[in-house]
């Protein structure tokens, strides 16, 4: 059920960027529900704490991203408020490892509010998994020390093209607003404002996009210019009690009953080995903390869980070892994982969810580093940086 406005009302509080494609259909880049009362509050009280949560159109180390002109409008709005950014967007990365990563790498952190961007690296996910991990993530931000706001922020990946020129809503953000109407959280399709600039000849195509896929300087004001509109707007705008009620409800009634929201990590200490191994503080990649490592072919651990589920995750690329690995005492299952032509020798967060289909319960996890035995398995360093129950 979408959430309308009377003309007067959508004269005054939404901003509606459209697009018409052959069918005649119009789609708008913002949306707004639930008012950001939090960060409202933060801005009053003088401290605010902004999150954001993505793949690499999001991630915080190219500084031309759109993440940094939304803070520096902020700053500029907002000059009597100490902005504190938490950008824990990392490139070639899912929902499903974000659902992992969000206790210790946002709700720690005490955001007030989080940008989710997962439209495009969770595209060639299938269905079912991605609504799972993603209402996962929501439920987790939306549940843990008090709630935060969310808006969702939907960029662009050329298998949308067809659909966007058709007038239609690509099935991966479509699903994205099945979740912001049940939560109540805002939304700004930042895609289809740049399509629409490309449209209307105020932005060339290779401007927003050189590479095909990530924006530079003009294709990333791009998306913060909806993202912008969409804050002036949203914290101008009265609270709306209906929507503080609807969401309390969405909480209580899960769309998905197999959602990741339950899911915890479990301690790397926990894990048995055998063979040569070292836990050691990772020095390598900003988002992993320490990583228990073996270049040894053979090395093995066990590792017990409660839950219906296992996932681990690595510093990964083309010198990472395979594994093999078993539930239970029962058959030996190999991975096979594939590395890219654009992955280096390691610096990959790579999530491997082994399997989610366990009866609930206590499990025991057993597994054995291999070569892999592939001409681009170019080395046998296993460094497990995540282990995670998923319940």
């Known amino acids: 059920m979408w959430m309308f406005f009377s003309e007067d009302q959508a004269e005054a509080l939404v901003y509606y960027f459209r697009v018409k494609g052959r069918c005649g259909m119009a789609h708008e880049v913002i949306r707004h529900r639930a008012g950001l009362m939090r960060l409202r509050e933060a801005i009053r009280a003088g401290r605010a704490v902004i999150g954001f949560i993505g793949g690499s159109i999001t991630d915080g180390r190219p500084r031309h991203n759109w993440p940094e002109p939304v803070v520096a409008w902020l700053v500029d709005r907002y000059p009597g408020t100490r902005f504190v950014v938490e950008n824990a967007a990392i490139g070639a990365t899912g929902s499903d490892l974000a659902v992992l990563r969000a206790k210790r790498d946002l709700i720690d952190r005490g955001c007030d509010i989080v940008f989710i961007e997962f439209a495009v690296n969770d595209n060639d996910t299938p269905t079912d998994r991605r609504m799972r991990t993603r209402e996962g993530l929501i439920r987790k931000l939306l ?26 809503m690509p099935a991966s953000i479509a699903e994205f607003e099945q979740m912001a109407e049940h939560y109540g959280a805002g939304s700004v399709w930042v895609g289809l404002h740049a399509l629409n600039q490309v449209r209307r000849g105020f932005m060339r195509w290779e401007e927003w996009l050189p ?45 998905h009953p197999d959602h990741w929201g339950n899911s915890v990590l479990l301690p790397l200490d926990a894990v048995r080995t055998r063979g040569p191994w070292t836990l050691r503080r990772w020095l ?23 839950g219906r589920g296992v996932a681990l995750a690595f510093d990964f690329g083309k010198t990472s070892a395979e594994f093999r690995w078993r539930i239970d005492g029962g058959e030996w299952r190999t991975e096979a994982r594939e590395r890219p032509d654009w992955v280096g020798p390691d610096g990959w967060f790579r999530l491997s969810v082994l399997t989610e289909t366990l009866e609930p319960g206590p499990h025991r996890l057993e597994l054995e580093v291999i070569h892999g035995s592939r001409p681009d398995c170019g080395g046998t360093n296993f460094r497990l940086a995540l282990a995670a129950a998923i319940r």
């Open 211 to 255: 590479d095909g896929l990530h924006p530079t300087s003009r294709g990333s004001y791009a998306y913060a210019e909806a993202v912008i509109r969409y804050l002036e707007e949203a914290l101008e705008r009265q609270p709306d009690a209906a929507w503080d009620a609807a969401r309390a409800r969405a909480l209580a009634q899960p769309l």
């Open 284 to 306: 390598y990649h900003a988002w992993i903390d320490q990583v228990l490592e073996t270049a040894a072919v053979g090395a093995g651990f066990e590792l017990d869980f409660e």
């Open 143 to 168: 549940l843990e020390d008090g709630g935060r706001d969310l808006v969702f922020v939907y960029t662009f990946c050329h298998d949308m093209y067809e659909a966007m020129m058709e007038g239609r």
